[in-house]
């Protein structure tokens, strides 16, 4: 044994029962051929190629001019935890104090304190599928028992009020779903949510992670709905959101929960032994976004509905492709079963890893294979590029699958 292999055996169990992100190995497989020189088109990647307003980064310089280099208090700052309630009344139409407000570091940090809060081993959550790659993973990591359903492509991958009736049992605990989604960018509708919603209405033990990290990218004329903003649920919701997509804040780290006192309570005694409080110059930041003008993320959203368009436009003329229109966040997530089990010269295909695989090195052009987002037919391509990028990597795309046979 090597000595690598013989020390990765004295990892704790949890951590070698974990599987590495998805979304984060391909975009270092990427990295690593463009570092060889190769000209990679990198669509593997979740986050905006947008800068952040410039009214933000300024809030950021003043911080760090104003003297906040300290420890901010656990739960974030009075002032953004108050931006946030301020934030919540206004677009998600839910009530909350700066009491059950809890900041964290990304919206990331914020889900995997909730499942740690609530879930003892054994429970089990129910996820919509396809889900984001690392919901399964901190279930696990809290010995929870995830229990997948399937929103089928028909029904534009959402999950229906009666698939999440049949699989309610005694021990599910959580339900968790995005929407917009990542990988689908499917959204549910006001309605939808409603009917779900009534479901659980006669679960009283069963909590609602409601990930909404990309709300303001949002193409449907309808807009957002909050499930946070049903008098009957409202307790029983744990509302998850952050600056990262809406505000083109990636790497700022700020995510937050909105939630009963209890929870918020609960999130704040973990992250006070594991984290403390979030970086105090990126909080003083994000009291600019959730306070400041919203023209920046319109413009965005924009920006990423048009390229929507573009790239469902031109996956839609590859042969074999299906493809659902996105209503929301900056991905496109075609089915490309049809390619499986046949093969190139050098490669047989037979599942969307290997697809994603195969592309990457014969094309240049870096995707996420479904299989990590609870959907094996499809890949994900992040639509968060130029136009032309867009464009050449498609060209790419269709060029390599017409070498399958
Ligand atoms: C669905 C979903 N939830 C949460 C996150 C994490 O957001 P943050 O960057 O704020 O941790 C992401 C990031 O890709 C995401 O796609």
Not at 161 to 175: C, D, G, H, K, M
Not at 257 to 275: H, M, Y
Not at 325 to 338: E, H, I, M, R, T
């Amino acid at each position: 044994m090597s000595a690598v292999a013989e020390q990765t055996t004295r990892l704790a169990d949890r951590i070698n029962a974990l599987e590495e992100s998805s979304t984060l190995a391909m975009t270092k497989m990427a990295r690593e051929l463009a570092a060889q020189g190769h000209k990679v088109i990198s669509l593997s990647v979740g986050e905006p190629d947008f800068k952040t307003p410039a009214h933000i980064c300024e809030a950021a310089k003043k911080a760090i001019d104003d003297g906040f280099h300290g420890y901010s208090p656990v739960a974030g700052y009075p002032d953004l935890r108050k931006a946030i309630a301020d934030k919540l009344k206004r677009d998600n139409n839910i009530d909350w104090k700066p009491e059950n407000i809890v900041v964290s570091t990304g919206a990331k940090h914020s889900l995997a304190n909730v499942i740690q809060v609530l879930i003892n081993p054994g429970d089990e959550v129910v996820i919509f599928a396809p889900y984001w790659v690392s919901y399964s993973e901190m279930v696990k990591l809290a010995e929870g028992k995830s229990v997948i359903l399937d929103g089928a492509f028909e029904n534009d991958f959402k999950v229906t009020a009666e698939q999440l009736e049949a699989a309610i049992t005694p021990r599910t605990r959580i339900v968790m779903y995005a929407s917009p989604n990542n990988p689908t960018g499917a959204v549910y509708s006001e309605k939808e949510l409603r009917e779900i919603a009534a479901v659980l209405e006669k679960h009283e033990d069963v909590y609602v992670l409601a990930d909404e990290i990309y709300e303001y990218i949002n193409f449907t004329d309808e807009g957002h709905f909050s499930i946070g903003s049903i008098p009957e649920l409202k307790d029983r919701v744990i509302t998850v959101n952050g600056v990262a997509k809406g505000y083109a804040m990636t790497g700022w780290r700020i995510g937050f929960i909105a939630a009963a006192k209890w929870i918020a309570e609960g999130v704040e005694k973990l992250q006070g032994q594991v984290t403390s409080g979030t970086n105090s110059i990126a909080q003083k930041a994000a009291v600019a976004a959730f306070n400041g003008p919203m023209e920046p993320s319109i413009e965005m959203t924009k920006a990423y509905q048009r390229r929507r368009d573009l790239v469902v436009g031109l996956l839609k003329d590859i042969p074999g492709f299906k493809v659902n229109v996105p209503q929301g966040a900056f991905y496109a997530f075609p089915d490309v079963s049809y390619y499986f089990g046949k093969s190139d010269d050098t490669t047989t295909i037979n599942n969307s890893d290997d697809f994603s695989n195969w592309l990457l090195n014969k094309s240049f052009v870096s995707t996420v294979a479904g299989s990590g987002f609870g959907a094996p037919n499809c890949i994900r391509i992040s639509t968060a590029a130029a136009d032309e990028a867009l464009v050449e990597a498609v060209g790419r795309i269709k060029s390599a699958v017409a070498t399958l046979k």
